[in-house]
């Protein structure tokens, strides 16, 4: 498969599901903190970052693959996107492997905290804050904690950026005919 090969119906379909996913890995995060009362460790933060990044890159493919730009920038730009969510993946092995103490996490954890601007402020919010441990998993869901499913969620997205980096530009629109074929 040449990274010159045209592009279509895949790298679009590819782009928008890496944007939609993306937010909704923000989405459910940023609701456990401040809906749930989860506070994030420093690689909790660290594990977002690569899910920040992906979107402005899905809406640039997603536009790019829209406007049939060159192919072979829009297939690199799919490699790199898979080597950044790759990269949130490895900080989500790294945690979820102290969690279970595989391994030792890092010595300098702990939560984000805002910022205040008074010192009576700084004395409650002191007084309220909670100090969080990367090697702890605050929550776990089928033995899973916010780490490793992170670990889960980024792997299916990195196999889509893969998918939008080599498969061929009509490979959907021949799976969904398959698909479509076989229920009808």
Excluded at 91 to 105: P, R, S
Excluded at 132 to 150: D, H, K, P, Q, Y
Aim: net charge positive.
């Amino acid at each position: 498969m040449a990274l010159t090969q045209s592009t279509g119906t895949t790298q679009k379909l590819a782009a928008l599901l890496l944007l939609l996913g993306a937010i909704a890995l923000l989405a459910g995060a940023l609701g456990f903190q401040h809906i749930g009362g989860y506070v994030p460790c420093k690689l909790c933060l660290a594990q977002r970052e690569p899910h920040y990044a992906m979107i402005p890159f899905s809406l640039a493919l997603l536009f790019a693959a829209w406007r049939q730009w060159p192919a072979t920038l829009i297939r690199i730009t799919f490699l790199a996107l898979a080597a950044v969510i790759l990269y949130g993946a490895g900080i989500g092995v790294y945690q979820a492997g102290a969690e279970w103490d595989f391994w030792l996490g890092p010595n300098d954890c702990g939560g984000g905290v805002a910022i205040t601007e008074s010192a009576t402020d700084l004395l409650a919010q002191i007084n309220k804050t909670k100090i969080v441990s990367c090697n702890t998993a605050s929550w776990r869901m089928f033995g899973l904690s916010f780490a490793g499913w992170n670990v889960v969620a980024s792997s299916i997205l990195a196999v889509i950026a893969l998918i939008g980096a080599l498969a061929p530009a009509l490979y959907a629109d021949r799976l969904l005919e398959k698909v479509i074929k076989k229920n009808a």
